[in-house]
Structures are given as structure tokens and as C-alpha cells.
């Protein structure tokens, strides 16, 4: 049986969330995210480490440079913790937002698994409607990354 996480633990990273999306950085996942972390999300392979993380970061940033985040709540359950939140940022000249809620694993200060659940379809939409992002999407390598090569 899981080990609940104490709520002041599960409050921190909640917090530390909160402080990495205002102004995210590839340095920054590391007061998150454990060394050998597990990402798993709509529109990409499963990412494994952290420089793995960081390069699939780098991507989203390269095609979302102001890509940022509002929480709008949270839960903790034994050693998992939900964040329901908002990504915010401009593609294609034009400003875009969409929810999404990540389950994290935090067996202990860091995360090693995260899931992240969100409706594809819009970020999609969006992307097929901007074509002054496409030449940015092939660059930033997002297509190869979601086909798996």
C-alpha cells in the first residue's frame, strides 16, 4: 500500500510547480523531477530522465517560447498529487490556452513519474490553422518526436 504523502510535502511541490511555471526553464525541472522521472503525455513518445524531459522541454519551448502556466487546484492521495491547470502561450501570433491535469508520483521531494491528461485536438486545430508556426514545428522537432522516430 502506498505511504500518503504529508500534506505539507505535497503543498511544497505543489508550490514549486506554481514558481517553475511563471517562468519555466529547462534548469528549473530539476527542483521537480527526479533523475531518472518517467513523462508520459498526448502527442509524445514516453520521455525517460531528466535529459530526456529536458530535451522534450526544449521542443515545446522552441514552438511555445512564452509557454507558461496558472494552477487552478490540486489534490493529494497517498504518494500521487493532481494538478488541474492551464498552459498559456502564444502560437502562431496568436495567444492559446488549454487545461490539462498532470498526475504526478512523488515518493518522496521529487517526481519520478508524471502523466499529464489533456484534449489534444485544440493544440492541434490550432497548429493546423497557423502556418507561420509550421517551419518553427519542424525545427523544434515536435512531428518527429510524436511520429517515434
Known amino acids: ?30 527542483a521537480l523531477l527526479a533523475p531518472d522521472v518517467v513523462l508520459i503525455q498526448p502527442l509524445s513518445r514516453p520521455m525517460r530522465g531528466l535529459a530526456a524531459a529536458k530535451q ?17 487546484g490540486w489534490a493529494a ?6 494538478i488541474d491547470f492551464r498552459l498559456i502561450g502564444t502560437l502562431g501570433e496568436r495567444r492559446i490556452e ?5 498526475r504526478f508520483r512523488l515518493p518522496g521531494a521529487l517526481a519520478t513519474e508524471r502523466v499529464s491528461y489533456f484534449d489534444a485536438l485544440p493544440l492541434l486545430g490550432a497548429i493546423a490553422t497557423r502556418p507561420s508556426c ?9 512531428w518527429r518526436n510524436m511520429l517515434g522516430r
Open 77 to 82: 492521495a497517498g504518494e500521487t498529487i493532481y
Open 1 to 30: 500500500m502506498a505511504t500518503p504523502v504529508p500534506i505539507v510535502p505535497a503543498a511544497r511541490f505543489v508550490q514549486g510547480f506554481q514558481d517553475y511555471w511563471r517562468a519555466p526553464s529547462l534548469d528549473g525541472l530539476d
Open 98 to 102: 488549454w487545461p490539462a491535469v498532470d
Open 134 to 142: 509550421w517551419g518553427r514545428l519542424g525545427r523544434a522537432g515536435i
Open 56 to 72: 522534450g522541454f526544449a521542443r515545446i519551448f522552441a514552438l511555445i517560447p512564452d509557454l507558461h502556466a496558472e494552477v487552478d
